[in-house]
């Protein structure tokens, strides 16, 4: 009918867009070609420069573009004067090329300009492109003055306007700032700005992490009261909550030497070291004295990458590999021969000894205890008093909750069997408020629970080393796991019975074990015994163990008595022969002797 628009189908649509990519394909292959072939043969010219920035504009995420471009421009300024081009360079950029015309010759001082401005005009299109920043970064460290960082730090506003979580921007405000010398106080008196305009701005809080003198406690009180004041303004805000809790736990101790534990039996030395790493310490080093010489200068045993164990005499050097069975991880060991003697080990400034015979030995400051928030204990103190405030207002708030409850555990690492319950009971609290995570909050309260009987351990041993031998009682605490488990390297005895184990992750850190009951947990393998070399007692009865798969870790164990009744594994054919087979040392097999 005359006057009516013709309205495309969708497969016309689709064939018209296909016919039209199709022709910026071609276009781009051809542009391709000529910038390729024009650089391997060595072309540097402003004609390759511009083909470049013809590919650019539409494409600004090409990482190699952007390095083919930043080569021309050195090859350019290269034979640029500041003022004047040679007469040569002058003609040339003056030649009509046959799509492109270049009508004069800007020095460098105008290239850099006129690249800056090209590459503001990409970063409108994708303000996310690395390559982008890189080459901005590139350009201002060919004229770093202090204009251009002003200029620079009036782009990244801009930006951060536009986005205020965008963190290649983020990370080149730092590269200027760093490289303009700005003083820390102005980019405070930013970010405060911004955080005040919204309190959700993470990249904002973070960024005050880079730019406070946490060693003024007087810096750290005022952070605290402003924080304070932006919780109790938004207190869902997860952004606020976490700055919270670095300004309350960011103190990193250097790495120390905590305890150490000589296995006899196999010749092994352990120890526990305050930090994880993912690698043994360069500076973990062994000291042994014998019994008949021991004003000899001492050996030391170093960390090596050889894995050799020499046996020479005691004014040689010996060499040793630190090994664990976790990464990262605290509790390092190695194998060492002639055991005789005293044994000290050190890190740093720290040093452990064993004097000749003892199995344990334990850093004279004892073992601190394991807590989230290292800040100096008072202004914990103080500041619970203002959470718990907050908790009496917001009381199903599970950000509250959350640093009420480590607040808690903090303030009182020595608990009570009623503090125990209040961190019980908030944990439960928890999982109904948030039950998204659920299965986060049950890990949470057997780590803090496991850091509890660890410290109360600990607290015990250091002041009477004899009192080693006292068993850890963690029966029908509710726990999924086993967490801080290097801390319980030294235990011969551990009761984990009636939990909600699942698996052994961790438990190969217990190389100390003799007496382990797993009974009635969920356990469906043994897996993870391999550590306990020292494990002659076993109850894992009543558990999910299917097959004789499940029980092969056990090998390596000097298993003498083992339970596995009421395993799917024990009511199968092949039992008891297959855990006979597998535990050569075995004697009594579910309390019959075999």
Known sequence: MHGRLKVKTTAEKEAEKKKEREKKKAIYQKCMNKIRGLFMSGDRSVVLLNLITKVLENIPEFGTLWNWRRIVLLEIFRECVEEKCNEDELLA???????????????????????KLFVARCLEVNPKAYSLWSHRRWLVEQDPSESVIKEELSLCNLFLKY??????????????????????????????SLIER???????????????????????????????????????????????????????????????????????????????????PSQLLIKRMSNTDENTDE??????????????????????????????????????????????ITLGDSSVTLSDGATLGVDKEGISPLVKYTAPRDLVEEQLGNIRELYELEPDNKWVIL????????????????????????????????????GFYRDLWTKLLCETAVTAWWSNTSRDVIRSRDPLNLSKKYLTKLAHSDYMFALHEVDLSHNNLTSLTGFSSLVAVEKL????????????????????????????????????????????ALHLVGNPLAATSVYPACVVQSCSMLCTLDDREL
């Open 163 to 192: 986005d205020e979580r965008n963190f290649h921007c983020w990370d080149y405000r730092r590269f200027i700032v760093t490289l303009g010398g700005i003083k820390t106080q102005s980019e405070l008196e930013m970010s405060t």
């Open 517 to 560: 009951n797993l009974s009635n947990n969920k356990i469906h393998s043994l897996e993870g015994l391999e550590g306990c070399k020292n494990l002659k007692e076993l109850d894992a009865s009543h558990n999910q163990i299917h097959n004789a798969c499940g029980i092969l870790a056990c090998t390596k164990c000097r298993l003498r």
């Open 299 to 344: 050996n030391k045993v170093q960390n090596t990458d050889e894995n050799t164990d020499e046996n020479t005499d005691d004014n040689t050097a010996n060499t040793v590999t630190w090994r664990s069975s976790t990464s990262p991880s605290r509790l390092w060991s190695c194998d060492i021969s002639n055991f005789g003697g005293h044994v000290t």
């Open 198 to 280: 919204n309190f959700s701005n993470y990249s904002a809080w973070h960024y005050r992490t880079t730019l406070l003198d946490t060693e003024n406690m007087g810096v750290v009180r005022d952070e605290l009261e402003w924080t304070q004041n932006a919780y109790f303004t938004d207190p869902s805000d997860q952004s606020v909550w976490l700055y919270y809790q670095w300004l309350l736990g960011r103190e990193v101790q250097g790495d120390k030497v905590l305890a150490v534990y000589r296995d006899t039996d196999n010749s092994t030395i352990h120890v526990l070291i305050n930090n994880l790493t993912y690698s043994p």
């Open 403 to 438: 640093t009420y409850l480590d607040m808690v555990n903090t303030c009182n690492p020595h608990k009570s069997k009623e503090q125990i319950t209040e961190i019980r009971n908030l944990t439960v609290k928890l999982c109904h408020v948030d039950s998204m995570r659920t």
């Open 93 to 115: 950029m003056k030649t009509t090329e046959k799509d492109n015309e270049v009508d004069k010759t800007p020095n460098k001082a105008d290239m850099i300009i006129s690249e």
